[in-house]
């Protein structure tokens, strides 16, 4: 099967940026536009840890 890089959603995109950007600024990490490369492997995973932290909890409050 064929990996396609087309994005089937243009504004998705830009909406996980904003998100990314929000929970980053909740950790107390500063994102730049652009390339992050200069930030630590703990800044990412804590980046990634409060997205998905807020994911599951949009998820639990849809439940109610």
Do not use: C
């Amino acid at each position: 099967m064929a990996k396609s890089s087309s994005i089937l959603n243009p504004g998705a995109r830009d909406a996980l940026n904003r998100f990314k950007t929000e929970a980053a600024s909740e950790v107390g990490v500063n994102l730049k536009q652009g390339y992050n490369g200069d930030i630590t492997a703990r800044q990412a995973g804590s980046v990634g840890g409060q997205m998905v932290k807020k994911m599951i909890q949009a998820y639990e409050n849809g439940l109610q």
